[in-house]
């Protein structure tokens, strides 16, 4: 048997072809998700393997190229771009009648439900959860911020975060004109109705100061992950985002459009 840490400061194992990765609240409900997934044909994300005692998942290991920022490399091009928005559609599209096949159970999800509730939105998604084979997306995995959700919450941030929308000097990439044609990309490969592609910056903005919300209301609570991120200033860092987002709202919106 081989073991190798590969995340959250050796919280998060790979064991063999399995990640052993804690137990939260909100856990079993990520697994009915799950499972949910892959009977609708989607293979590209992690199974329920088992739970070991009270403490740890096994899920299995999605396989491909792992990255991160500043993104460079394979995740940095428009093929892997446009197939994480592919995935994405096809993720929601499978996850529609989750919650009414599930209506008479009780779901707990990390993440407050926001309506209306089109689908499960993964909740991260972003270049650091998916797994890549050559420049395609061929994975996705950390579903512990799963939550219900109108699609374009979750297209929202995939766009912040692949565009991506970040003034921090490490992880910016490219001009203005090269992130409006990124979103572009990402939209189109999604296949973004009109009426979403108007409302795409406003929701960017929304998402980004409810996640800056969150991390101050589970920091005062005492969460210790959220108490170092303040620490590190990753909630100053999402205002200053959110601040550039704003200035070009008109510019990123008449990009989207014809
Ligand atoms: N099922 C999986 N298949 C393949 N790799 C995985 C899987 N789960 C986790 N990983 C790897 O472990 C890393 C951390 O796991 P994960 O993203 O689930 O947790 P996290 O909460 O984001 O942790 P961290 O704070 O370390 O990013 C991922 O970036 C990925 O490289
Ligand atoms: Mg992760």
Redesign the pocket.
Known sequence: MSEQV????G??V?RDET?V?PLNRWSTTVHLLLQHLHDKGIENC?RLVTVEGEYNEV??????D?Y?YPLQGAIASELALESAAKLLRRLHDASADFLSLHQHEDLVWMLPSREPYEVICHG?YSP??V?LSGEQVS?V??F?TAHPAPRIWDVAYGVYCFAPFKTDPVDALGSLSEQVQRTRLFCDAYQLLEKDRQLLVDTMVMRLQTLVDFMHQQAQQGNAQFVANIRDGHDKAYIKDIDYIKENHQIITAGLLD
């Open positions: 590969i995340g959250r400061d919280e998060i790979k990640v990765r992690p899920l299995t290991f999605v396989s491909g792992c991160d991260d650091y959860n797994a994975g995995f950390d512990d």
